[in-house]
């Protein structure tokens, strides 16, 4: 007994000592999309399909800022946590919306956005609210909004601890809640897409002390598994970085097993300089979660040109497979597609096959001879299209099948100089918002159908750039892909006008976001400063060289690959709308036991072609689902500003209500009192709709 006993107070302390959200209470809505599984479900059921109807704003919340918020809301203890678009943590009274404490400085503060914040305990009245701002993970004291000094230095810890010599001045943000498991929390990195990109290494951090715990390399260094699919000395990150997990991950409790999906290697378009297959870009890792050691993968690209990143967490499932229950991980693609794996053993429950793909005729380019390509479930996007696919409602049809005739078409086509059709687009697909899966084994994903246009370009020879000047370089070789030569942008793509920019920001507003980025721009810390106030000088249309003492640099700094792709342009018509048949969007059920549909629905609309009597044609959409067991689907995402709310079972559409601006965010739902409310943030910003601030909470009367 006295050599047993030890055993028992160990397994006792340690009970106590770590977090377990797969045993929290179900009244909060304590992590991330619901839960370590990423299943976005709640078993509360007041609020159900019979009385709906009856839901009403219970409160609402003006953040401290206005912009884009994707941010996700924590729930805890009748506390909802959140962060605005301006990156200031907020708390605040979950029953009234009333704020209880802030933290963080606007101007001071990054400016890209973020989907919310992660909650620790350690249930002994250790309880952290951990977020990032810039290259820092903060860690805050949930009660009081009070850094905690003893974490990191001064409460802050670098995100690029593990990441290297090289890789000290380079971009390097998050914009996703990180994965606790126990005193561990794993962060989603955001890096630069080009040739300066970071290394897209996984990181563990120790939530008390903010130390880096483990690293794992996703470009393979010598000796270790992976490294002969890339270039000798890849890993040194000199033109090479990339293959960062982004999105967010899952994380098995029970098993200590970690899931994440990683992006493409930088640059998105071109990988010349990374012959091979490029392990471990575009993969589902499944790593143990206490030592970062790689248990299994599985690559759904091999050596990506596409931008084909895994945009969303996995889920945690338990399917019915051939008669046995297994614990599986289901995860959806930019491509359509959802890949359900075996947790434990990386084996896929559906057939993937192996197809021979074009290869490109880009010289010194080497894209991978074929691809795999998932034949259950049916993708629920659409895989090809023909000219009988384009938009017949369009003014500009002839022009449309013009442009589409000249275009490169088919499965996996690659980067070319004479454009190539990107169908389903850079923004999937599924998106970021990820899926919802409730106890029955169904899937509940949403849907981009918007095709873009991808076009290669050679990059511009520093003789061919003699006569510009030194703003003038910077911005040909770093800016034109998204604003255009003329500065014009491309609003109907996202990318505003730089034109006249002096008359709407200020110089050092502009200097931050050249240096720091916002939104979804990274920022280009790889610039000297002299090159900086040149290329600042050149957008405010007062660059004098020699007047205002600018020093002449070798620009560039960051490596110069051979192409450039033209920019990230949609393939619309000339009034905006998409280029292709509707539909634009869809909300999609899969039975993942079986693999088969259990419903689809064209979701989301346009106002003014509803009114000419066009059938709806749905529209883009960002920002995931919940579903819950009183038998309801809610959902914002559409860019017509609409909360909607539908049956799980069947698909019909049952409440709708007009938000304050488009909530481009996945909903959370709780209870207090019993009184079970049903919270999503409403920003706005993308896609050309109007700024908001609200957090708007809803309730039965």
Aim: charged share 20%; hydrophobic share 35%.
């Amino acid at each position: 007994m006295l050599r047993i006993l030890p055993f028992f107070l160990i397994v006792i302390v340690a009970v106590a000592f770590y977090p377990r959200f797969d045993d929290k209470n179900n009244d909060d809505w304590a992590d991330y999309l619901g839960g370590p599984d990423r299943n976005h479900y709640s078993a509360l059921n007041q609020i159900d399909t019979t009385n709906i109807n009856q839901l009403k704003v219970a409160w609402s919340y003006s953040a401290p800022d206005t912009g884009q918020m994707q941010m996700h809301p924590i729930i805890v203890k009748g506390v909802l946590y959140g962060i605005s678009s301006a990156l200031q943590v907020f708390a605040l009274d979950a029953a009234t919306g009333r704020e209880l404490w802030r933290f963080g400085d606007p101007f001071k503060s990054g400016v890209s956005t973020s989907r919310g914040v992660t909650y620790w305990t350690n249930r002994q009245g250790d309880d952290r609210i951990l977020f990032t701002s810039g290259a820092w993970l903060y860690a805050l004291n949930a009660t009081s909004g009070k850094l905690i000094e003893s974490f990191g230095e001064a409460g802050r810890t670098s995100l690029r601890a593990g990441f290297g010599e090289q890789a000290k001045e380079k971009f390097v943000i998050s914009n996703t809640p990180g994965t606790v498991f126990e005193n561990l929390i794993i962060m989603p990195m955001r890096l630069s897409e080009s040739a300066d990109a970071a290394p897209g290494h996984v990181q563990a951090f120790d939530i008390q002390t903010g130390k880096l715990a483990w690293v794992f390399h996703t470009i393979p260094q010598p000796g270790e598994f992976g490294y002969n699919t890339w270039p000798k000395d890849t890993w040194k990150n000199t033109d090479v970085g990339g293959g960062n997990n982004w999105a967010g991950m899952a994380v098995d409790l029970q098993r200590g097993i970690l899931f994440v999906p990683t992006g493409s290697a930088a640059f998105d378009f071109y990988g010349g300089n990374r012959k091979g297959q490029n392990l471990f870009a575009n993969c589902l890792l499944a790593l143990d979660a206490r030592t970062g050691k790689r248990l299994w993968h599985y690559q759904l690209v091999h050596h990506d040109v596409w931008d084909r990143d895994f945009p969303s967490p996995p889920n945690l499932v338990t399917v019915n497979h051939n008669g046995k229950q297994v614990d599986a991980v289901a995860q959806t693609t930019k491509s359509g597609h959802v890949l359900v794996f075996d947790r434990v053993t990386g084996k896929s429950l559906f057939p993937i096959k192996e197809v021979p793909v074009e290869q490109s005729n880009l010289p010194r380019e080497f894209t991978w001879p074929t691809q795999p390509q998932p034949q259950k479930p049916a993708p629920f996007a659409r895989q090809s299209l023909t000219e009988k696919d384009l938009n017949p409602y369009s003014k500009d049809y002839d022009s449309l099948v013009t442009v589409f005739k000249r275009l490169k078409k088919g499965y996996m086509a690659p980067p070319s100089k004479q454009g190539t059709l990107i169908f389903p687009g850079y923004d999937g697909g599924a998106e970021w918002g990820g899926a919802a899966v409730d106890p029955d084994g169904i899937m509940y994903v949403n849907s981009n159908e918007m095709a873009w246009i991808l076009t290669m370009v050679d990059t511009p020879k520093q003789s061919e750039l003699a006569h510009l000047s030194e703003g003038a370089k910077v911005y040909t070789l770093y800016c034109t892909a998204c604003h255009g030569p003329e500065r014009k942008g491309n609003a109907k793509s996202g990318y505003p006008s730089l034109v006249d920019i002096q008359l709407r920001q200020n110089r050092d507003y502009v200097k931050n976001i050249v240096s720091n980025g916002k939104g979804m721009m990274p920022g280009f810390m790889t610039l000297k400063p002299a090159e900086k106030a040149a290329l600042i000088a050149f957008l405010f249309g007062d660059e004098k060289q020699e007047a205002t003492g600018v020093v002449k640099t070798n620009t560039p700094q960051k490596p110069v690959l051979p192409y450039k792709n033209t920019g990230y342009n949609k393939f619309l018509d000339s009034q905006g709308y998409p280029a292709i048949a509707p539909p634009w969007g869809t909300l999609n059920a899969i039975n993942l036991h079986t693999g088969e549909y259990v419903w689809k629905n064209v979701f989301g609309e346009y106002p003014e072609l509803k009114a000419k009597g066009i059938p709806q044609t749905g529209s883009e959409n960002y920002g995931g689902p919940v579903v819950t067991a009183g038998g309801l689907l809610f959902i914002a995402a559409t860019r017509d500003g609409m909360f909607r709310a539908y049956n799980k079972r069947d698909g019909r559409l049952l409440w709708e209500y007009k938000l304050p601006a488009a909530g481009f965010a996945t909903p959370s739902t709780y209870q207090i009192n019993g009184r079970q409310y049903v919270v999503i943030a409403c920003g706005g910003t993308k896609l050309g709709t109007k700024k908001g601030n609200q957090v708007v909470a809803f309730a039965l009367p």
